[in-house]
């Protein structure tokens, strides 16, 4: 399914559903404390696939977590679908990102003890949704993975954990969806159709996805490339590389 939406329909989309000002963030302590993000702005229009490229260390992943609220950067602002993350407390940022942003990360993050199926409800358990199973059923069924429901992630492929994953990001039905290298810990073909699968589901939703990718070619299917360099977007401020 082809997810690209082009730039004529995307620029009349306001305001931005993420959109991040001269954020910086260090990591670590003493001596060993480092300048990750580097006085970063971006913008992101409602519904845009972008892809965050760059080399190990550029501070990619380190932006998705920022997008997410999950690392407070020490200056500047992220607004995420209007709201401003620096008025909000842990407990606030927690509620609204489980909302509004499904994550999927490189290393699946299930809960071992629990099945796909109970993986897969737990955000919208936490949310107090009544029908969290039923849901949580229907997006495993979404992701091909309904024969799977009952199995641990124990009993699952590396594939399959990813899927399950991926049900889990989407139960709840968010605006945005970050993917932090999803195939990383796949085999090329299982890799493949794990992001046929989110760019499938981005087509099909409408959500705004970002992916962050050291794969050249996976950023060429997005809307538009932002490259990392040493914690700087390339060429400073909003400026892109537009997929070809």
Same mark, same amino acid.
């Given at each position: 399914?082809?997810?690209?939406?082009?730039?004529?329909?995307?620029?009349?989309?306001?305001?931005?559903?993420?959109?991040?000002?001269?954020?910086?963030?260090?990591?670590?302590?003493?001596?060993?404390?480092?300048?990750?993000?580097?006085?970063?702005?971006?913008?992101?229009?409602?519904?845009?696939?972008?892809?965050?490229?760059?080399?190990?260390?550029?501070?990619?992943?380190?932006?998705?977590?920022?997008?997410?609220?999950?690392?407070?950067?020490?200056?500047?602002?992220?607004?995420?679908?209007?709201?401003?993350?620096?008025?909000?407390?842990?407990?606030?940022?927690?509620?609204?990102?489980?909302?509004?942003?499904?994550?999927?990360?490189?290393?699946?993050?299930?809960?071992?003890?629990?099945?796909?199926?109970?993986?897969?409800?737990? #955000?919208?358990? =936490?949310? *107090?949704?009544?029908?969290? +199973?039923?849901?949580? &059923?229907?997006? @495993? $069924?979404?992701?091909?993975?309904?024969?799977?429901?009952?199995?641990? #992630?124990?009993? =699952?492929? *590396?594939?399959?954990?990813? +899927?399950?994953?991926? &049900?889990?990001? @989407? $139960?709840?039905?968010?605006?945005?969806?970050?993917?932090?290298?999803?195939?990383?810990? =796949?085999?090329?073909?299982?890799?493949?159709?794990?992001?046929?699968?989110?760019?499938?589901?981005?087509?099909?939703?409408?959500?705004?996805?970002?992916?962050?990718?050291?794969?050249?070619?996976?950023?060429?299917?997005?809307?538009?490339?932002?490259?990392?360099?040493?914690?700087?977007?390339?060429?400073?401020?909003?400026?892109?590389?537009?997929?070809?």
């Amino acid at each position: 399914m082809e997810s690209r939406i082009d730039s004529s329909q995307l620029s009349g989309l306001a305001p931005e559903i993420i959109s991040i000002s001269n954020v910086n963030l260090s990591l670590g302590t003493g001596a060993a404390r480092v300048h990750i993000l580097k006085d970063i702005s971006l913008r992101v229009a409602p519904g845009e696939a972008i892809g965050l490229i760059g080399a190990s260390g550029s501070g990619k992943s380190t932006l998705l977590m920022v997008m997410a609220g999950l690392e407070r950067p020490d200056s500047g602002e992220v607004v995420v679908d209007g709201t401003s993350f620096n008025a909000l407390d842990e407990n606030a940022l927690a509620r609204f990102r489980g909302r509004q942003i499904g994550i999927v990360f490189q290393s699946f993050h299930l809960i071992p003890t629990m099945t796909a199926l109970e993986n897969v409800a737990v #955000p919208l358990e =936490l949310a *107090g949704v009544a029908d969290a +199973r039923a849901r949580a &059923a229907k997006e @495993l $069924a979404a992701v091909g993975l309904s024969d799977r429901r009952h199995h641990y #992630p124990s009993q =699952l492929s *590396g594939g399959e954990q990813q +899927r399950v994953a991926l &049900a889990r990001a @989407l $139960a709840p039905e968010p605006e945005i969806l970050l993917a932090d290298e999803p195939t990383g810990n =796949l085999d090329e073909r299982t890799g493949n159709e794990i992001v046929d699968l989110i760019f499938d589901k981005h087509a099909e939703r409408g959500m705004t996805l970002v992916l962050v990718t050291h794969d050249p070619a996976l950023g060429k299917r997005c809307n538009r490339v932002v490259r990392l360099r040493s914690g700087h977007l390339d060429d400073g401020g909003d400026t892109v590389n537009a997929a070809s």
